[in-house]
Every structure is written in structure tokens, then in C-alpha cells.
């Protein structure tokens, strides 16, 4: 079965840090791969997604996402983090060939000094 | 306004008491799907349904029915919560196809079963 895992369960960081956050998936086929974020008190939005093509892709707010596809990974960077992008963010996936259910990972709660 | 709409947004309920928590989206998507979300557990996926008619279960189906007979509307019935069904629920759509699949959130619904 599919499953997506994100090993960072809380991540605390200084503004102006560097941030990466982990997903790695288990799937053996082509898939679509999307990172969520949900803000305090907010619902889940889409961050950035990969279906297919460049698998560096950028997203909203300086966000970015590398697929490596040897290592089953989407892992989500941003160069420096600021105080506004604590939140609470979220791997997805699900097979690309066809319609099928999307999986998230139990998510990574980041969390900026000031 | 392209939206996923959830009511209630708050309810507290007793062990027992049938409840139904409704989901109704104007976007025309064929899949929607149920989470919950849990401090630790990040979202779990409860049911989904590909279209009309067709639903299936997801991750952890116990304790809930679901039911789409009209393509916008996916409500999540609790015929009898029970405590452990508290929990913050979010509904979600998308369309379908490859390359289709970005889901929208509804705002959530925060239930607490005495």
C-alpha cells in the first residue's frame, strides 16, 4: 500500500534559517506529489505540486520542492524561513495513471523564533 | 467564490446521538474525500468517493458512513460517535484525471463527543 512519511515532527528554527523538511513516499509507479500547508486556525492550502517535467518546482512564498525519484523523495526547502511561515505542513501523494485516493503524511509542525 | 463548505463548524454532541456533518462544494470535482485530523496523526483519510455513487473506504472508516448522491454534496455520518471520534474533520475535492488532482479544503469541523 501507499504510504508517505515525514520524520520531522516539529521543527523549531530562528527566522532568516534555512529549512528543509523531509517526505519520502513508498510507491513504485508514477506519481503526483503535493506539499500543504495549514496556518494557525486555518485550512489546508496547496504550497507547491509535481506531476511531471523540471522535478525542482517552485511554489508560494518562496517554497520550493526537489522529486528525487531513486530516493522516493519531495522533500520541501526554503532558503530563509520568516516568522510568518510557521505553520504546520503536509506531504501528499497519490498514483498519477489514474484517479486514486491521496495520501498525506502525518505533517511537520515548523515553528520560527522571532 | 470556488469553495469546499463544511457545517458545523463547532459541535459538541454525547455518545449516542446520531449526528451528520455536511460537506457541499461548487466546483463541479468529481472526487471528494473526508479527513480527520489528530495532534501526532496528522490527516487520516476516513472515506472518499471517485463520483457519484462510487465511495470507498479510506484509512479509518470505523464509526462512519458516507454517501454521494449528488456530486456536490459528501456528508460524514456518525450513527453513534463515541468519544474517540473527537477530532477535527476536513472535507475535500478535487477534479480527477492526471494531473487534476488538487485538492481544496473546506474549513474544517471541530467535533467533541461527551
Known amino acids: 500500500a501507499q504510504s508517505v512519511s515525514q520524520h520531522n515532527h516539529h521543527v523549531i528554527l530562528s527566522e532568516a534559517a534555512s529549512l528543509e523538511l523531509g517526505c519520502n513516499y513508498s510507491y513504485g509507479g508514477t506519481v503526483n506529489l503535493f506539499w500543504y500547508v495549514q496556518y494557525p486556525g486555518q485550512h489546508l492550502q496547496l504550497l507547491l505540486k509535481?506531476?511531471?517535467?523540471?522535478?525542482l518546482v517552485k511554489g508560494i512564498k518562496g517554497f520550493e520542492a526537489e522529486f528525487i525519484k531513486s530516493k522516493f523523495s519531495f522533500n520541501l526547502r526554503k532558503p530563509s524561513v520568516q516568522w510568518s511561515d510557521t505553520a504546520e505542513y503536509f506531504c501528499?501523494?497519490?498514483?498519477?495513471?489514474?484517479?486514486?485516493?491521496?495520501?498525506f503524511g502525518s505533517g511537520t509542525r515548523l515553528s520560527i523564533r522571532p | 467564490e470556488a469553495q469546499v463548505t463544511q457545517n458545523p463548524r463547532y459541535l459538541i454532541t454525547v455518545t449516542g446521538k446520531k449526528l451528520t456533518v455536511t460537506c457541499s462544494q461548487n466546483?463541479?470535482?468529481?472526487?471528494m474525500s473526508w479527513y480527520r485530523q489528530d495532534p501526532g496523526l496528522g490527516l487520516r483519510q476516513i472515506y472518499y468517493s471517485m463520483n457519484v455513487e462510487v465511495t470507498d473506504k479510506g484509512d479509518v472508516p470505523e464509526g462512519y458512513k458516507v454517501s454521494r448522491k449528488e456530486k456536490r454534496n459528501f456528508p460524514l455520518i456518525l450513527e453513534s460517535p463515541s468519544p474517540n471520534q473527537t477530532s477535527l474533520y476536513f472535507c475535500?475535492?478535487?477534479?480527477?484525471?492526471?494531473?487534476?488532482?488538487?485538492?481544496?479544503f473546506g474549513a474544517g469541523s471541530r467535533l467533541t463527543v461527551l
Open positions: 475535500a475535492s478535487s477534479r480527477t484525471g492526471s494531473g487534476a488532482n488538487v485538492l481544496t
Open positions: 509535481y506531476f511531471s517535467g523540471d522535478p
Open positions: 501528499a501523494v497519490n498514483e498519477s495513471s489514474s484517479a486514486s485516493k491521496i495520501i
Open positions: 466546483m463541479n470535482h468529481e472526487y
